[in-house]
């Protein structure tokens, strides 16, 4: 997920720069709103999963890149 995650959003940093529950918006990786499209986008597109803007539980998420995989797995459509 880190590697497609510098990929779409052309993030100048190497996959083992990322921590995994490091806070992806603002004093971790720095990520902002336009970035939380192109991740939605992403996750919509590879794993089947909408993400919507009002959805209550977004900062739960999106807190970090090991709390949106977990999100991923737990609602990744079979294949």
């Known amino acids: ?14 996959v083992d720069e990322i921590v995994p529950d490091a806070p992806l918006f603002g004093d971790g990786l720095g990520l902002d709103s336009i970035d939380a499209l192109e991740i939605a986008l992403l996750v ?14 977004n ?15 737990a609602h990744r459509k079979a294949a």
């Open 1 to 14: 997920m880190a590697e497609r995650l510098i990929q779409a959003l052309q993030l100048d940093i190497l």
């Open 44 to 57: 919509s597109r590879d794993y089947g999963i909408t993400l919507k803007s009002d959805d209550p539980d």
């Open 59 to 73: 900062k739960t998420i999106f807190a970090s890149l090991r709390a949106l995989s977990a999100h991923i797995q």
